[in-house]
């Protein structure tokens, strides 16, 4: 163990820190009042509502790891293709995922009746209690990822102590740790995705449009089901989501350094625990964002959104100036450089975000002309939202482009020519940006997290019946919270593209060591000259040329159209998962509707159990094929078209699936807010036939950006998972 | 010129054939009787709209072609980066390409009244006079284009007799007359696209949904802006696509086979040609089944499919026959295994349209499902439809795929070793099968082009009130159409792909012989190593290694970026233009019937040349962005990014352009036929709350169908060829 150096003990202490900060924010939101007994009524049925589903959903993933654990172990065990530790690792990523999960949103379903009942004394301090318990979530899953990482760095260093390739093994096997983790994202993100839309969606179309009642209203069946899904798919699935990308990130580039440093053990080391060391830092420098947080009575929608971003803002900045500081101190190789790789990927998450909240927000043209669509009908909001999506594509693609460029050529000295030492420094490059994009998710998530909560909350105060100024407050947070979802996901898409691309690259180091290990296994490999190829000493570009990962090669023009594919197979079937969901629903609210007399008169109570039964049955079946699909594709092209057909399916599903991810986040985002600025009275504002347009791509929006496209960032970086976990398979087929 | 073998001549009269038939055909139409005053007054109004547009067109194409041919003359004479002959095939294709859609779009307006006035005497006539109309098109697509061919061939082959490297000169030369065509197809596609989907989106929405007067109603000033619409869209813009893929297949093929058999100048003249005679024979096998269609009185939409079905399918079946005969006679090397790479790609063409009809046709379950998704409103429909759509990438991705893994590994006897020869013959056998899937194109497009002539009689018959008998067989034929107008789409979107794959494998030879002019003219290339390389000898894995081609350099990751975005981009500013341009179509069609009183009544004639002068001006505006970015953007990646990030960004584009490609011409289509569905009196039927929710699926799937998705098959084909063009362009800044 002596080998650890001491800067190491940061990571663990970072993430103890973080638990207990989560824990103190937790206790401090429960010792808050809940407000009137109908209030916590209410927040008693939201409550019980996710944990349901939560246990429900949970019962099938274990099922899902269960298999997976057995199929990791025969390969592990039996065939010899895989590292032993990777079954144990597998499962400790998906249980520290569904921690996480599990802890976000119980702190999400305690807060909601509390934030209304702050409202009640003031916004700030009703803000305070939402963004606060946003925050536990934050901190738990950095908490918890980092002390994954932790644990498993120290027991796999204590056991592979003094081998020569020690760091290559130790961090090619803690990546598969993200593998557990991808996995239980998957089904939260998709799961939660659908249960949270079909609520939504269904809630919209027979309470809004036909029955014109309002959001949330008590006599609607389906909204305890709506609030339900809220703190599922949102808070739940954007935490299994963010944790992935987190974990992910760090994982990869670790792999990454301990393949480009492999000639000085002492600088490898240096490199494997420097993105751990700038994200233990970073959660530091996100309590301080945290603790920022703060606004007056009456602030406007523009000082609200203030204090959130001055929170972010500052921790941002703080890492930025740290970064130079810990990789100058770790002694790095290019610690300047690598410096302005870190920042490259920051700066492309904050452009990312600010293009976002631009073709999203109704304070800007291109929502506006959504809104203005409106007086030409439905179809026109839709063909102007889809245009608005695809073209806002455009930004976040130039920009990761440029950050992908910068961040690599930063780390090697603007070195191109390709040389072993000069990609691998580049792409250690590549991965440290988006640890940088990352390192501050303790706070971009708490304002991700913060929005479920506020919206839940304005749910609970309109189904209490507190008062107008109340609702008032708690409508004020509920729009921050818009906002700030729609920049988070822009954020949750970038990281994602530049963690896929991470692990992309990690995948041919995963494929060297399992080469490797099966050349000390007796199997012999030759070239297309028929030699015999060496895989111990050979470089990535000698294994690229092995494997004739060129654009030439139709297994990988092929790969490319299937990776493609699988990006728009996979929105369709979520998105037909909704549609139907979202059918059932309805059915049944009409059938209340029509079968309990005097809901609609408010003097009988909707039966809100049965949709949320509903939604959790729907969700459970429905999410299986589409998940089920992510993993087996990139097996079956493993099996079939080898390493150059799997690099060109991930590449392919990584340009697509980014592309399309962006344009289903904002088209979604874009139409909600053009309903909200009609509902706020422009184009004759509220009940008019324009609003009743904008409902309908609102309702379109909802499985655009809260089913598919965020479940898209699970399936880029899954599918690399899978590849790299498969990667002694395709390598035995050889 | 005794070194072209006398089988050569057959490719000149082929086409000489085809466009004597085309005339006959066109002559034979023109003796039929365009029916009633009104009919001919209407055909009138029609026919100058389009006339018009077309003038209007061809202005700004003209200018941006004058800009081109300086900028090439530029390059080829004084950079000397280009070939001196490239100025004018570019012109030569431009002209060809446009005098095609000329023709065709002249017979379709003079064929709609004729085949409405047809429609009075028998079903049958009314199908033959439209059929054999729609063949005008079809045998003038595929006479100008082998005719350009054969000239082409001929007088570069007397410029260059007697140099060793002639051929592969020539085939490259030529190709650049494709980027001609490209050139003037996008213009065409998207110019047409935007015209016709603004008429028919703001037709539809004013006059259907607000007026609720039904479709072609003479009192709707839209309305013959409408039919312009299909002219000028359908026809022209469809025609200028497929001649484009059709002279592009044919083209690179050429250019890959004088490569393949580089070694053999014999067998490289045998395997140049062997693309040109099967599509010369293809002409022929087309005319039989051109001949073959015909119907009897009353028949049922079963049968009019078939009798369509047996015209199409007799020439393919004949086409596989012949080629096995062609290719055997040409003494062509491994003629066997080159036969079954053609049969690959027209069993994939077949599959395709297969796939496209069962995704869209409601006969089938998904589109009727999308018809039941009417019952909860037009957001479910939207919702589903997207799904369905995005869906229905999966089968023609996977048929495109084997059909490129089986027509290169058959070409080359299964060889995936990636040597010179083995990648030369296997690329060889992707371009032919693209020339397979084109060959039969003679009658193929003639029942694309058929569609938009039976939907303009519809108008016709609607508008003169033509009796509800012929309404009926109008409608039949017109209902006939839009089958045929699906499969020709899924056609359309697979041969430009495997083109496009085609022309990629192009580019690659292209670089190869600026870099070797640049040698001649002095210039030194070093590769990593700092080696000089020296491309003259070099095998295309060599260029492939000297441009680092492959997945690990970050240039061709952010390639691959930017070429899913371009795709996602254009789609989004043809979308938005449709949007806009049916906006002003909608508020002009709202001012006439406010300002002219009586228009509704029927006692006064709305202002029609108006709408159609709002239409021809938007489609002029909309069109040149989008069009330009598609030239401008493979330019800059060049300059910018160099030989990898153009590869990069071709396969980002054709992997994602093409899967979007299909999801959006497969949700139109279906949404259209959901539609359809409810007017034949399915949930609720016509006038229901259900059909307007499907109206509104139909409204938005316009300028996915016919607008965006078609475009794409242009851009990706048109990067490419920017690309080839441009090729000594980026490396001379090398």
Redesign the interface.
Known sequence: MNNIPSVFWLIPIASIVALGMAWFFFRSMMKEDEGTDRMKEIAEHVRKGAMAYLKQQYKVVTMVFVVLAIVFSFMAYVLKVQNPWVPFAFLTGGLFSGLAGFFGMKTATYASARTANGARTGLDKGLKIAFRSGAVMGLVVVGLGLLDIAIWFVALNAFYDGEATALVTITTTMLTFGMGASTQALFARVGGGIYTKAAD?GAD?VGK?EANIPEDDPRNPATIADNVGDNVGDVAGMGADLYESYCGSILSTAALGATAFAMNADMQLRAVIAPMVIAAIGIFLSLIGIFLVRTKEGATMKELLHSLGLGTNVSAALIAVATFIILYLLGIENWLGLSFSVISGLVAGVVIGQATEYYTSHSYAPTQKIAE?SQ?????V???G?????????IP??T??VA??LS?LCANGFD????AKS?ST??YG?GIAAVGMLSTLGITLATDAYGPIADNAGGNAEMSGLGKEIRERTDALDALGNTTAATGKGFAIGSAALTA?AL??SY?EEIKIAMVRAVENGKQYFD?AGNIFDPTNAT??DF??FF???????????G??????A???F??????A??RA??SM?QEVRRQFREIKGILEGKATPDYGRCVEISTRSAQREMLIPSLLAIIIPIVVGLVLGVAGV??LL??G???G???AV?MSNSGGAWDNAKKMIEEGHFEGKGSENHKAT??GD??GD?FKDTSGPSLNILIKLMSMVSIVMAGLTIAFL
């Open positions: 969606v179309l449009v669509a030409t009908g439905p179809a026109t839709i063909i102007k889809i245009g608005t999506g695809m073209i806002s594509t455009m693609v130039v990761i482009s992908i460029m690599y191109m020519s390709l040389s990609i580049g792409l590549i691309l992309l690259a041919i297309a990535t570009i690229i040329e004739q990962v060129n654009l030439i090669n139709p297994k990988v023009l092929v490319a159209f299937l990776g493609a594919m990006a728009f197979l929105c369709g079937l979520t998105m037909d909704v549609g979202a059918e309805v690099l060109g590449t392919g990584l340009a697509a980014f592309t399309l344009f409902i309908v309702t379109v499985p």
